[in-house]
């Protein structure tokens, strides 16, 4: 049965959103989706992560809406079951772990469970959502919607799993920016979306430079630093995503380009074997204090 997943902001404005997923993305999204003075209700499997995200979006919502200058403070609810999370809901957006094997039964007990008019996201940051649509019934519902940082770091990348109702991506494309973040969409399917892709050849072309012994990692941090005006150069960026999550999103790319150098890869890899991820385990291409 298909639904219709055309709405304005003033549809839905008084429904529901559902989150699925309490991890640090997941609470970040969670508290975008309360701070037009809605609810969101959460959903994760461990209940000490659930209750820690609940507390983040009561503790830091105020704040973020007062610095934001528009808004007003909803709330976040933590849902016992998918179900209580769906009843409802006018969008349910995905958070989980990047495996496949988790994210396909789960979004067909999504299925089972959501209203015939709730708009299927998935936040997945490297597969496309066609890729975990299998027992989805009707595949014009669902879409990758891909956030990076909010309320930080605000873009979205928005892209089809080939069959997403066009009027679908068009609400999204018109009621996200209500929530202060903003969607691009990618206009076919693409791993790593629009901005992920061009990152990930940055982050190559940086290890590659390192690995073939032409500079230091403090030096290309320095000059990104200098000639582009950021705080943060691309190693001080992988030390603090995790050089294991890091290699994992190269090797995903690996499998779809064959071309791609391995000596990245293998760089990476050494940090890893020396128990070196970055800022978690307090060495990375850096030395962090530990607490």
Known sequence: MTGSYTYTFEDIQNRPVAVIGA????????????????????????????????QYVTETLPKMVADRGFGEVGG?????????????????????????EIKIPLWGQIDQAAPPDT??????????????????????????VHFYMPPEIN????????????????????????????????????????YNRIWAAIKRESLAVVAEGVARPEDVDGMFKLNWGVATGPFQRMDLVGLDVVLDIENHYA???????ENVRELLQSYIDAGKLGVKTGEGFYTYPQP
């Open 76 to 100: 976040a609810t933590a849902a016992g079951s998918l179900e209580e999370a769906l009843d409802g809901a006018w969008l349910v957006v995905e958070s989980v772990a990047e495996k496949l």
């Open 155 to 194: 873009a979205v990348d928005l892209m089809s799993d080939g069959q997403t109702d066009r009027g679908l991506l068009d609400t999204l494309l018109t009621v996200l920016p209500e929530f202060g973040v903003h969607p691009f969409e990618a206009r076919r399917e693409s791993t790593g979306f629009i």
């Open 255 to 261: 499998q779809e380009f064959p071309h791609l150098p």
């Open 23 to 54: 991890g640090t993305l997941g609470r970040r999204i969670a508290m975008m989706f309360a701070s037009r003075g809605g609810t969101v209700r959460i959903h994760a499997r461990r209940s000490e992560q659930l209750a820690a995200a609940t």
């Open 119 to 144: 708009i299927f996201a998935t936040n997945s940051s490297s597969y496309p959502s066609r890729l975990m649509a299998e027992n989805v019934r009707d595949k014009t519902r669902l879409c990758n």
